[in-house]
């Protein structure tokens, strides 16, 4: 799998709007399924967004009308749009990939990026 390494993080006021971008620098293999995750501190990492091969996208409810997760392939980039922003949206997120179909869950994913602070301020 290829190393994955975020960006776009930062601070924002809440009902903000951040894009993370997630570059893959190596090959990519069919049947992926690619994910955002995030982890607040003393919380468990938990799900925030997963995409798969075909293009399905499932989402954790907390996120769900406001966040997009999407990708280039031609540039092995996966994205996070996120949109009304709240505080306890506040969390390290990070980007990961699994080898072939993943449901929204951490055990899942075994190629991990580095994380990317996001911070909402109320």
């Known amino acids: 799998q290829g190393r994955l390494m975020e960006s776009g993080g930062g601070s924002v006021q809440a009902g903000g709007s951040l894009i993370l971008s997630c570059a893959a620098s190596?090959?990519?293999?069919?049947?992926?399924?690619m994910g955002w995750f995030r982890e607040a501190p003393g919380k468990e990492r938990e799900g925030v967004a997963v995409?798969?091969?075909?293009?399905?996208?499932t989402y954790a409810d907390s996120v769900k009308g406001r966040f997009t997760i999407s990708q280039d392939n031609a540039k092995n980039t996966l994205f996070l749009q996120m949109n009304s922003l709240k505080p306890e949206d506040t969390a390290m997120y990070y980007c990961?990939?699994?080898?072939?179909?993943?449901?929204?869950?951490?055990?899942?994913?075994?190629?991990w990026g580095q994380g990317t602070q996001v911070t909402v301020s109320s």
């Open positions: 995409i798969d091969s075909l293009i399905k996208t």
């Open positions: 990961a990939s699994a080898w072939g179909p993943a449901r929204i869950r951490r055990g899942d994913f075994g190629n």
């Open positions: 190596g090959n990519t293999y069919p049947g992926y399924s």
